[in-house]
């Protein structure tokens, strides 16, 4: 019960869960104000990583300016993926929805192969690792999850404390009323997809610390990121918050068990059985 391997995989699974959380709610913050799924939001992510790693290792920019440079990027990809792409269907059936965010996934995989070839591509750091007793983390992994954290609350107190995220707020619960009390929803829409993207960007920071970046990077973030925010229910960001540690701990745990790969398959099995038991979501009202 006490193995002190089951425990290094338990907390590892929790810094897992921080990244995850990142990715999820801004995801969820863009379905619960725009209603619209972007099915393409993981390539957001590739586009921060691949920003990062060019900067980085080809221009010698440092660090820090790498990654501010790539969170600003994937923030305006996001205000142009909604200017271009999302509110041309915002009135159509959700199926064009979905299959217009879709096609920009398959367009933007397409480009990176273009632009960077099929090479796994890093940045060369080399990381120190953690001991804790008899236990090892990756510090990488570790900065990770604080910064996710960070950025988790500094989203909270935006959306609670200020005029702009109180109308965001507003105006995912009552979009036909909230014109009426003098808020732009357009406007609102443009400000929440810039958010969603520069969380994208973010968590395309801390991803770039971790894994390779490659043009399919995407794939494997970008479906358990939305299978998280399903089964916090959709929208609900403190229910995608939670069920982000619940999908890491399944992966982690169950990879300490077996392989890695069996983690997944755990975590996605127990996906559709809650899909079955409680389809609109864990935490959905």
Not at 83 to 111: E, M, W, Y
Request: net charge neutral.
């Amino acid at each position: 019960m006490f193995d002190i391997f089951l425990i290094e995989a338990v907390i590892n699974g929790v810094l897992l869960g921080g990244v995850l959380a990142l990715l999820a709610l801004g995801l969820n913050l863009v379905f619960g104000v725009i209603d619209v799924v972007w099915i393409c939001y993981a390539e957001l992510v590739m586009i921060g990583m691949y920003a990062i790693w060019w900067l980085f290792v080809h221009y010698g920019v440092p660090l820090p300016v790498a990654i501010g440079a790539a969170v600003a990027l994937a923030a305006l990809a996001g205000v142009a993926l909604h200017v271009l792409v999302i509110q041309p269907v915002l009135g159509t059936p959700p199926i064009n929805q979905l299959l217009v965010t879709g096609g920009v996934l398959f367009f933007l995989q397409a480009a990176a192969t273009l632009a960077f070839g099929i090479e796994f591509r890093n940045l060369g750091l080399r990381m120190p690792i953690v001991e804790v007793g008899e236990m090892f983390f990756s510090f990488a992994r570790i900065l990770a999850f604080a910064t996710a954290l960070a950025g988790v609350a500094a989203l909270w107190l935006f959306l609670t404390r200020t005029y702009l995220g109180t109308a965001i707020r507003a105006i995912s619960q009552d979009r036909e009323i909230m014109p009426l009390m003098g808020v732009n929803p357009r406007r609102i829409y443009l400000v929440t997809s810039g958010i969603g993207g520069g969380m994208a960007g973010i968590a395309a920071a801390l991803l770039a610390l971790q894994y390779d970046v490659h043009p399919a990077i995407g794939l494997s973030f970008g479906p358990i990121t939305f299978m998280i925010c399903v089964l916090g229910g959709l929208g609900n960001m403190a229910g995608g918050f939670v069920a982000a540690f619940v999908f890491a701990q399944f992966i982690s745990v169950g990879g300490f068990y077996a392989q890695v790969e069996w983690g997944y398959v755990i975590a996605f099995a127990f996906f559709i059985v809650m899909m079955f038991v409680r389809p609109q979501g864990l935490f959905s009202r």
